[in-house]
């Protein structure tokens, strides 16, 4: 059974409405839930002795809240910057592999494809997914902007202290995430190949999450995709 | 902390920079559609039942049920995602 064989798989996932506004529309919950945690990583960021315009700068160039309150709960620790940072590439290292899924959509002269390829977040990434296997690349930078907005907006509303000191745990805020990523997972859990490939995708997360760094068992799901590859 | 700002923005453009808008080819394309199972659902399981290096079973876990229901009873989006969210709260406001 050679990888060619899958190629002309049933459409995995329902045809999606292409475009920037779809992309903006589809990824419009979780702006409040973005929002909330740029606004706390603002916060925290200042308490852990960064200025305001350092935390803001972080948000605009890392976008990726994980690794951020990562590298940011080592330096409040007392931990070094160098550890801080690894903490904090190690989580966004399944960015390496992620780019690699969205890198068809992202045409165009090399400047303009990394400048593309910064929007390509898990929210964005997930949301453009469409049954050809690669992320549409209206949807996907219409779904960036929006985050984008809302991740270093707050990030400066937070860091400037012109914001409720809010803590987003209380409202539910980090249940979000799980839920938006089972929704986008749900068309994947109807064949048996991908739902194969999804349980296994969770399995080694999970028993990775006590032995390895944060970020290293997301990224070794990715592994799980030979398991669909050798299967008919 | 700009380090790991730079960092990500290498991490992010490797893929698409090396071979952006190219039709990947069928041995790669395979793989790669499977990467989005895969990943979605060790970003589940990581963001409900992750603690650092820990797994934890709080009231996250109560919003991740929420969001099964709603996905069972074939709620949209928002639903799914409000649902966990409400759950999530209310177990942390009377537990």
Redesign the interface.
């Known amino acids: 059974m050679s990888a060619v064989d899958i190629v002309p798989a049933p459409a995995m996932v329902p045809t999606v409405r292409r475009g920037y506004g779809e992309g903006a529309r589809a990824v419009a919950p979780m702006a409040l839930a973005i929002a909330a945690f740029g606004l706390s990583f603002g916060v925290l960021a200042r308490s852990a002795g960064l200025s305001p315009w350092a935390a803001v700068a972080m948000s605009a160039t890392t976008f990726a809240g994980s690794a951020q309150f990562a590298a940011i709960s080592v330096l409040a620790a007392g931990g070094s910057a160098v550890v801080a940072v690894g903490a904090g590439a190690l989580l966004n290292a399944r960015y390496a592999v992620i780019g690699l899924s969205a890198a068809p959509a992202l045409r165009g002269p090399a400047w303009l494809r990394f400048l593309l390829a910064q929007l390509v977040v898990d929210e964005s990434w997930a949301v453009a997914q469409t049954s050809e296997g690669v992320p549409d690349r209206e949807r996907l930078i219409g779904a960036a902007f929006v985050l984008y907005v809302s991740h270093v907006g707050s990030t400066a509303v937070g860091a400037f202290g012109l914001g409720l000191l809010t803590n987003p745990k209380a409202l539910g805020l980090d249940a979000a995430f799980p839920a938006l990523f089972l929704a986008l997972l749900r068309p994947y859990l109807l064949h048996r190949r991908t739902l194969t490939v999804a349980v296994a995708g969770a399995v080694l997360a999970l028993g990775l999450t006590p032995v390895a760094p944060p970020g290293v068992p997301i990224l070794a799901a990715a592994g799980a995709v030979l398991i669909g590859v050798s299967r008919p | 902390?700009?380090?790991?700002?730079?960092?990500?923005?290498a991490?992010?453009?490797?893929?698409?920079?090396?071979?952006?808008?190219?039709?990947?080819p069928?041995?790669v394309?395979?793989?790669?559609?499977?990467?989005?199972?895969?990943?979605?659902?060790?970003?589940?399981?990581?963001?409900?039942?992750?603690s650092?290096?820990?797994?934890a079973l709080d009231?996250?876990a109560?919003?991740?049920a929420?969001?099964?229901a709603a996905?069972l009873l074939r709620a949209p989006?928002?639903v799914?995602?409000?649902?966990?969210?409400?759950?999530?709260?209310?177990v942390?406001m009377f537990a």
């Open positions: 902390m700009i380090g790991l700002g730079l960092a990500t923005v991490i992010k453009a490797v893929g698409p920079v090396l071979l952006g808008g190219r039709q990947l069928p041995q394309l395979a793989p790669v559609r499977l990467l989005a199972p895969a990943l979605l659902a060790a970003l589940v399981v990581t963001q409900a039942f992750g650092g290096r820990d797994l009231a996250r109560a919003g991740l929420a969001a099964v996905l989006i928002l799914i995602i409000a649902s966990a969210a409400v759950a999530t709260a209310l942390r």
